[in-house]
């Protein structure tokens, strides 16, 4: 997946809110006439109203190219998009731009630690990966060894998924480390 992303073009913030829009399962209707389809489009959420009508028939244009998206025309003229499975992989990467873990009230004295050795030839991977943690707040251990303190594994299972590294990562929850006070200090936990 990290390969293809080369040859992909990038999307501007039209077409994330359309993608994203689409991925909630909300099925865009557009029609041909403008004034039947502002009215569609301000019915579908606020966050329309702030996008110009040019820059939304470019984006739906550029995205449909891409085959991102697809349209299906109904027997009342109108057009109605649907995110295509490519674009349901490019979603899933700007969800990832989202991701927050949370942290609870209470630390449960377990350490989770990301564990990775990732070929040469997946270097944007790894890559990827290790700038995610850091993001995430992860601390770097050493170059493959990241250390977190809370709950996480969903977030990390979703993450070796999009980046399609699951054979090289492992995820290990430790009762204590020979650093735990330097950890502790660097969470700022007491």
Not at 13 to 37: A, D
Request: glycine fraction near 6%.
């Amino acid at each position: 997946m990290i390969k293809n992303s080369l040859k992909e073009r990038r999307i501007g913030p039209v077409e994330q809110k359309i993608l994203l829009l689409l991925g909630t399962g909300l099925v865009l209707s557009l029609t041909r006439n403008p004034f039947k389809y502002f009215r569609i489009v301000k019915s579908a959420s606020r966050e329309w109203e702030k996008i110009n009508r040019r820059s939304l028939q470019e984006a739906i244009k550029g995205l449909y190219r891409s085959k991102l998206i697809g349209g299906k025309e109904n027997e009342d003229g109108t057009i109605s998009l649907t995110l295509s499975e490519k674009g349901k992989t490019r979603l899933l990467r700007y969800r990832l731009d989202q991701m927050e873990i949370k942290k609870p009230s209470r630390w449960d004295g377990l350490w989770r630690m990301v564990i990775f050795d990732i070929p040469e030839d997946l270097k944007r991977g790894r890559d990827a990966l290790a700038a995610k943690l850091k993001k995430l707040g992860f601390h770097p251990m050493q170059k493959s060894v990241f250390i977190y303190p809370y709950e996480c594994r969903d977030e990390i299972d979703f993450i070796i998924e999009v980046f399609d590294l699951r054979s090289y990562v492992r995820f290990v929850v430790a009762k204590e480390t020979d650093i735990d006070l330097d950890l502790k200090t660097k969470f700022k936990m007491s």
